[in-house]
T-cell receptor, first 112, second 114 residues
């Protein structure tokens, strides 16, 4: 289940289950969104992106859903594996600008 | 094609010393961003640079911090007279242009101030 830690909210899931990580974005003008994965001691890595003319995009085991009406973004990870344990950040930006806005992040813990 | 290279990966400084963090963007990228991250927190924007120009430094403290991205060589984030509160991970990201596209991150430089 979800819990709020000192700073980062944490989502704990059983290995093999699906994970859903949510992100509320702030700027209604944002038209490009990215999910990043950050493992301990490493830099953020790109997972998947979506533009505002889409509401769903699928990758390998990951799906991003975009709801512009409520300014909500979600990342779904199918059949979660131990290697998925990391902090996940969403980022939003408006085309033609450089102002990437990062969410606070969610820590995903995969339980064996 | 090498990714974004940051060095040093770890840097220890005593209070009052200077810290210099370097970032070589991906080949062909002319846009560099610096972010700061405290443990268990998100990425905080510091500065955005293009070659030889600082475009936005609104996230950077006005004193002691400076950044540059010269025509030749890496981007440098410089922190003078470091204090304990400067201890953090500093991440550099690059992109090929100002647009809605992926930012490519380095592995970060972890500064510890004693």
């Amino acid at each position: 289940g979800e819990s709020v830690g000192l700073h980062l909210p944490t989502l704990s899931v059983q290995e093999g289950d699906n994970s859903i990580i949510n992100c509320a974005y702030s700027n209604s003008a944002s038209d490009y969104f990215i999910w990043y994965k950050q493992e301990s001691g490493k830099g953020p890595q790109f997972i998947i992106d979506i533009r505002s003319n889409m509401d769903k995009r699928q990758g390998q085991r990951v799906t991003v859903l975009l709801n512009k009406t409520v300014k909500h973004l979600s990342l779904q990870i199918a059949a979660t594996q131990p290697g998925d344990s990391a902090v996940y950040f969403c980022a939003e930006v408006t085309s033609g600008t450089y102002k990437y806005i990062f969410g606070t992040g969610t820590r995903l813990k995969v339980l064996a | 094609n090498a990714g974004v290279m940051q060095n040093p990966r770890h840097l220890v400084r005593r209070r009052g010393q200077e810290a210099r963090l370097r970032c070589s963007p991906m080949k062909g990228h002319s846009h560099v961003y610096w972010y700061r991250q405290l443990p268990e927190e998100g990425l905080k924007f510091m500065v955005y640079l293009q070659k030889e120009n600082i475009i936005d430094e609104s996230g950077m403290p006005k004193e002691r911090f400076s950044a540059e991205f010269p025509k030749e060589g890496p981007s440098i984030l410089r922190i003078q007279q470091v204090v304990r509160g400067d201890s953090a991970a500093y991440f550099c990201a690059s992109s090929p242009e100002t647009s809605a596209g992926e930012l490519f991150f380095g592995e970060g430089s972890r500064l510890t101030v004693l």
